[in-house]
């Protein structure tokens, strides 16, 4: 196959694909005279258009995708992402609305907002949502930031940060960037949070404990409430990573779990497109308590209009610019709106269904570490095939092979070589009968022809990468060679 | 609506295979006084038509797309060549996840690596991430890097930074013993260099400043560099208006060591504060402290060229706590745009555009100057934006701009007292000339 070439080697002058309109104010010939300005930019492209349009569809077709199939990665919810929610969002009188205008030419913008914080607090149990967060991880830093405001407030913002081994790791990263020191808590025979262990390492000192629920197992921590009151016997918040969410709505909601913050990311549960690693979205749901401390401004409902309050003198400031990724935040009402109560209870549902239908299927394939029920996801690790020399990442490109996006790797780190397969509810049984099919073929395979998956993957636009020489040697932009 | 693909009798083989009986016993894991017993309280479903009508009426409920707009202020309208919404509205662009699987995302990657090289020839650093979340966080996660890199605990930041940038640099350094305090400007709108001077220290790890700034102004930033080199505190420029790039010096050649900013110029709309693009680049020596993804080139088993995600034991899925950043989704997919839309302009396109909001700009304020009543203060060079004093309340002003559908300057007098009868205006090349008079007309009106 034919490797696309990147623009700047197909960029000469005498190409261009834009022109500005004639200047239609009276041209200042000196408008530049005293100016640092620059001579040019070095190799910067000059293309035609046509190249442009080719270059850009030819890689869009190196990218596996939703819209083409199965793409079970674990915890980050590979949902389809239905179309008329990108249709909405691009609606002039949204794309076109500049942030700093005042109110009262913004309501609809401002009623969105309001809209979406009301029904997040209803899916999630909780008082108040700040929308800002730009995706997960920022919701993590705001919602550790709303609990150390709180804590400071009461005269000791605390040292440590509880997080179980099975967190993602963006956990720990949040809570140190809050100024706190992380400790794990470990996970029991279950895969849940031991609770001897938590109730030895929960004292004074400990500002929160961040858990993820279901956990990183697609396991439900039973005792959800039994641990609320272990930290909150000793003056500890309970945050909750909301990244797995879809397995819940509709039957139970983190609130009522006695969950003091939380963080969604509508870029999972909420069915907004990843883009390729982003934009994101992750608001973030607080109990009273802790709602004087939200990041400004709080869009507030004053006399039938919409109003934005600034003055909140507790607040921890702001965590980026404006009211977040407001374009996501209008995907993610729409999805609501069309779903409805019975809707969202359903794609939990069916979330669940489909991922036990897959763990029933494989589960004498593939080793479960832990054989705790689960509900949205269920992780299996290589343990099996590592007896024939095949380890995760060889199971995962040979996936590629089938056709499917291989499962998430890198975590939870307590499952050795992981596989966590998380098919949601959009899928139907013939693309879960697939992957299945694909996973029993590598099985046998396995012990039958390792080889072929040690090398695999044998029909992707590249093959198997060297990802040592690339960090060892980092070439991280394209240079003219000399 | 409803997006699931199964058959009722898929499910019921599928319980059948699984050996339950029903959902509910899927959900059987759940303690009993979890379980929510009711329905959730939300609005029934609407269909796919009802849903169009609803947000068509939310959308109408904006002043925007209708009115005239003549904010900026770290948003900026600028024309969007068709390319980039058709060719970014692919499905293959919008509907995977981060390229983890690097041999079923090397289109995401190469796109990821042209990014990178493209904002390492706009702004003259050696190295760039793959994004991050927009302007003001960027800013603070440069702080965070200076601060990695030298350990000192005071930054020095122009009050002709950004506000929102100023307050979101506060949130994030807030826990961690780093300290900001602020430059203030001079008569000419850009930093007051000897208030510069007289605050660098030995403690000060870094200077911080945007440019053209917060006033639309273009700081001297040869001068600030040499400041802040000569007492061994690192460069950091932010550049709001990324158009400007197309035209101006880059930073890179005046000394600094980082730059960072807001790319949302770069083919995002508006959007009502999001997504936008945060940007970051760096020298080469300071690549292993940058926040963030970082795409790099290598070869397959085959000898091929490839791109995969790299430099990741920077990063939190490795590091944990000890990353150099908590950043995990990023804003990828604007910054597909932003490839798109620097690629279609090109070199001669992207300099025509910054030219001509110079030149818009420079008419605006000229004509708007000699209004009565009417005083451009600041006596910088300024690159799309310049600063307006009235001798009436600005509000009123605005209010009256309003009722001939247009959007005036942003009133300043919340964000900085001492200019309370100021207003901030841009006019980028999205205005025309025709635009401009109406404005100069309403205004004289106003003021009459």
Not at chain 1, 41 to 56: G, L, M, T
Not at chain 1, 156 to 167: E, G, Q, T, W
Not at chain 1, 171 to 178: D, E, G, T
Not at chain 2, 363 to 390: H, M, S, T
Request: aromatic content about 8%.
């Amino acid at each position: 196959m034919i490797r696309e070439p990147l623009i700047f080697e197909i960029s000469d002058k005498g190409k261009r694909a834009f022109s500005c309109p004639k200047l239609d104010v009276p041209e200042k010939k000196d408008i530049l005279k005293g100016l640092p300005v620059r001579a040019g930019i070095p190799d910067f492209p000059r293309v035609s258009e046509v190249e442009i349009v080719r270059h850009f569809t030819r890689l869009s077709q190196q990218n596996y995708c939703v819209d083409i199939g199965f793409y079970p990665l674990g915890s980050c919810t590979m949902k389809y992402n239905p179309k008329i929610n990108e249709k909405v969002a691009a609606l002039p009188g949204f794309l076109l609305s500049h942030p700093l205008a005042t109110e009262d030419l913004v309501q609809g913008n401002l009623e969105v907002i309001k809209l979406l914080e009301d029904y997040l607090c209803e899916i999630a149990g909780m008082d108040a949502f700040t929308l800002q967060p730009a995706a997960g991880a920022q919701g993590e830093l705001a919602g550790m930031m709303l609990i150390r405001a709180c804590l400071e407030e009461m005269g000791n913002p605390r040292k440590f940060v509880l997080i179980p081994d099975s967190a993602h790791g963006t956990n720990p990263s949040s809570a140190h960037l809050c100024g706190y020191a992380v400790e794990e808590t470990k996970s029991n025979e279950d895969g849940t949070v031991d609770l001897e262990d938590l109730t030895k390492r929960m004292n004074e000192d400990v500002a929160a404990l961040m858990l993820t629920n279901p956990n990183t197992l697609g396991v439900f921590e039973y005792d959800i409430k039994k641990i609320a009151r272990i930290v909150h016997a000793k003056g500890g918040f309970l945050y909750m990573d909301g990244a797995n969410m879809n397995a819940l709505t509709g039957r139970c909601r983190p609130g009522d779990m006695e969950v003091d913050v939380i963080h969604l990311n509508l870029h999972k549960t909420f069915s907004t497109p990843h883009g390729g690693g982003g934009p994101g979205s992750g608001p973030v749901g607080v109990k009273k308590a802790l709602e004087p401390y939200l990041p400004i401004p709080r869009v507030e409902k004053k006399g039938g209009a919409y109003a934005l309050n600034f003055n909140r003198p507790k607040t921890i400031g702001r965590v980026r610019g404006f009211y977040g990724n407001y374009l996501v935040v209008v995907k993610a009402l729409a999805y609501i709106l069309s779903l409805g109560p019975e809707g969202l209870k359903e794609i939990a549902e069916i979330a669940v269904l489909n991922a036990n239908y897959i763990r029933k299927s494989l589960e004498k394939e593939y080793d479960l570490k832990y054989t705790t029920p689960t509900l949205h996801e269920c992780v299996f690790s290589d343990k099996l095939q590592k007896e024939f020399g095949v380890s995760n990442l060889d199971i995962a490109k040979r996936l590629i092979d089938y056709g499917v996006h291989p499962p998430t790797m890198s975590f939870p780190l307590i499952v050795h070589g992981a596989l966590m397969i998380e098919p949601t509810e959009t899928e139907s049984k013939r693309d879960l009968d697939g992957f299945i099919e694909a996973m029993k073929k590598i099985a046998q395979e396995t012990r039958e022809n390792p080889g072929v998956l040690k090398s695999a993957p044998h029909f992707s636009p590249v093959r198997r990468l060297d990802e040592t020489t690339a960090a060892r040697h980092p070439a991280v932009k394209w240079e003219r060679e000399r | 609506m409803s997006y699931i693909s199964l058959s009722d009798k898929d499910k019921k083989e599928m319980l059948e295979k699984i050996g339950v009986s029903s959902l509910d016993e899927l959900y059987g894991c759940l303690p009993d006084d979890v379980r929510l017993r009711r329905p959730l309280r939300l609005p029934p479903a609407l269909t796919e038509p009802e849903l169009l009508r609803r947000f068509e009426e939310l959308a109408a409920a904006n002043a925007y797309p209708d009115y005239l707009s003549f904010l900026g202020a770290g948003v900026y309208r600028h024309f969007i060549p068709s390319v980039v919404d058709y060719l970014s509205s692919r499905g293959e662009f919008i509907t995977p996840y981060t390229p983890y699987q690097p041999e079923v995302s090397q289109g995401t990657l190469q796109i990821i690596f042209e990014y990178q090289t493209l904002i390492c020839q706009l702004t003259g650093m050696d190295v760039s991430n793959a994004s991050l979340y927009d302007g003001a966080s960027a800013a603070a996660e440069a702080v965070l890097m200076a601060s990695r890199l030298n350990g000192k605990p005071k930054i020095l930041v122009s009050r002709s930074l950004h506000p929102q940038y100023r307050e979101t640099i506060r949130t994030y350094i807030k826990n961690l013993g780093v300290r900001i305090e602020e430059v203030g400007y001079s008569a000419g709108g850009g930093i007051d260099l000897d208030d510069l001077g007289r605050k660098l220290d030995k403690e000060t790890g870094a200077v911080l400043v945007q440019s053209p700034n917060f006033f639309g102004v273009v700081e001297d930033l040869g001068r600030i560099g040499e400041f802040a080199h000569s007492h061994q505190a690192l460069f950091i420029v932010t550049v709001a208006e990324a158009i400007s790039l197309g035209v101006l010096e880059a930073p890179g050649k005046f000394g600094a060591d980082i730059v960072c900013g807001e790319a949302q110029s770069f083919g995002l709309a508006p959007s009502f504060g999001g997504p936008y693009l945060g940007f970051m680049g760096s020298k080469k020596e300071h690549l292993r402290q940058l926040p963030g993804r970082i795409t790099g080139q290598t070869t397959d088993i085959d000898g091929r060229r490839g791109f995969v995600l790299t430099l990741s034991t920077r990063e939190q899925h490795i590091r944990r706590e000890k990353a150099t950043s908590n950043i995990c989704t990023n804003q990828a997919w604007c910054a597909l745009r932003a490839t798109i839309f620097l690629e279609t302009l090109g070199h001669d396109g992207l300099r025509e555009m910054a030219v001509q909001n110079m030149q818009k700009s420079d008419y605006a304020a000229d004509i708007l100057g000699r209004i009565k009543g009417v005083k451009k203060i600041f006596g910088g060079r300024f690159f799309n934006e310049f600063v307006l004093e009235f001798s009436e309340d600005v509000q009123e002003i605005n209010d009256f701009l309003k009722e001939k559908g247009m959007v005036g300057g942003l009133n300043l007098g919340r964000l900085y007292p001492e200019l309370r009868s100021a207003a901030l205006f841009c006019v980028t090349e999205a205005h025309t000339k025709e635009d401009i008079d109406r404005l100069a007309g309403h205004l004289e009106e106003a003021l009459r």
